[in-house]
């Protein structure tokens, strides 16, 4: 199975600061089909279920603020908050669905300063 | 979009059965595929099940091969997660999600508590 690796686990942030969270995975997310990335991120606000930031490596999924970007190519990949956002508070996945098992980073719990 | 609600968590005893739905309403349930993921107490998701559309395949996570068992109607726009042989490992809040037209898990519903424990 791929083995997703996020770094940091916790990231204390001050509000209005850019804010950035990396995940690894132990195999190319490219679909050899349709070449494309298959990375998602999520974000599981305490006492919610997770909701859905961006999918397919960089694209917001609707009603997500455009302070929230994508990136990155292969086996490393990087969320960015480009101001941080005290609604933005809780843990933040990434996933891959290139194969199964589908499987989930380890999470990075973001917390204010 | 798909609003999912799940039903049937409970306290059930080490080897103990249950069995966890997952209610639909909104547009074309019957077009999506769906997964469930899990999340034991303070730890992070776990993907455990997926199935097709049509309900024709189906696939499992080791960690519940043969144990678990995934139906769905799609004319009850539902979905059913038969639980057997529960052990404490399996004491999680179990989420449905569905996908959607471009293959996005991005409907979740709010999750059903299941604690094995006697």
């Known amino acids: 199975e791929i083995v997703m690796t996020q770094t940091p686990l916790s990231l204390p942030v001050t509000p209005g600061e850019p804010a950035s969270i990396s995940c690894r995975s132990s195999?190319?997310?490219?679909?050899?089909?349709?070449?494309?990335?298959?990375l998602d991120w999520y974000l599981q606000k305490p006492g919610q279920s997770p909701q859905l930031l961006i999918y397919?490596?960089?694209y917001r999924a609707s009603g997500v603020p455009d302070r929230f970007s994508g990136s990155g190519s292969g086996t490393d990949f990087t969320l960015k908050i480009a101001r941080v956002e005290a609604e933005d508070i809780g843990v933040y996945y990434c996933?891959?669905?290139?194969?199964?098992?589908?499987?989930f980073g380890q999470g990075t719990r973001l917390e204010i300063k | 979009e798909v609003h999912l609600v799940e039903s049937g968590g409970d306290l059930v005893q080490p080897g103990g059965s249950l069995r966890l739905s997952c209610a639909a309403s909104?547009?074309?349930?019957?077009?999506?595929?769906v997964i469930w993921v899990r999340q034991a107490p303070g730890k992070g998701l776990e993907w455990i099940s997926y199935?097709?559309?049509?309900?024709?395949?189906?696939l499992y996570a080791e960690s519940v091969k043969g144990r678990f068992t995934l139906s769905r109607d799609n004319a009850k726009n539902s979905l059913y997660l038969q639980m057997n042989s529960l052990t404490a490992a399996d004491t999680a809040i179990y989420y449905c999600?569905?996908?959607?037209?471009?293959?996005?898990?991005?409907?979740w519903g709010q999750g059903a508590l299941v604690t094995v424990s006697s």
């Open positions: 999600v569905s996908s959607d037209d471009y293959g996005r898990y991005d409907s």
């Open positions: 909104g547009y074309g349930f019957s077009n999506y595929a």
């Open positions: 199935i097709s559309s049509g309900g024709l395949n189906k």
């Open positions: 195999q190319s997310l490219v679909d050899s089909d349709d070449g494309s990335t298959y």
């Open positions: 397919a490596l960089s």
């Open positions: 996933m891959q669905r290139v194969e199964f098992p589908i499987t």
